[in-house]
């Protein structure tokens, strides 16, 4: 991303688990500022500067889909774990977990849930998606940093994977309808 352009914090040092603190942990150089969704100015000019990076980060090309293949850290070309975006995606295994999990919040019922998964699978194909890009993961205003009323960079690239280059932009307008007006 770096050479792309993208401001993003220079990773100096990570661990995909450390057993002492029984988590991962990066350490980063640091992109100096605060999260957008404080700022009191206009986000007009930082959002769309931030959206122009994140369309550069999302040019880049992955090999597979999903969360990246931490059994090769050192590879010089990140790969997803998945072969197709339906595989990654539409993991009912994992879709029957969440929708359970709503359910023992009393989000929705039983009848509710099936009908999802019901409707999931009749039509799961008809989503396309050929091709992975980097993907930022959980891209918002929280994530994207102002500093001297300039955009500075987005942080926090903890959520990164390899999906349909629109992942972002999706996330983005879900979480911040308010500035997508």
Known sequence: MLKKGVRVPKIITYEDFNKQINRSYM???EIKGMPAKDYKGNLKKIVYEAGKQIALANTIL???FGNFDKSKP???KRVGTSKTYNEYVFDMNRIE?????????????KSTAKNCLSYIAKNKDLIKCKRAYLAHGDF???????????????IDWGDIRA?????DLTHFYINNRVVAK
């Open 27 to 29: 350490i980063t150089s």
């Open 62 to 64: 992955v090999d597979g």
């Open 74 to 76: 050192n590879a010089s």
């Open 140 to 154: 918002d205003l929280g994530h994207v940093y102002v500093y001297q009323e300039k955009y500075s960079g987005i």
């Open 97 to 109: 977990n969440m929708l359970k999990d709503l359910i023992s919040q009393n989000i929705i019922d």
């Open 163 to 167: 999906i349909s280059l629109y992942r």
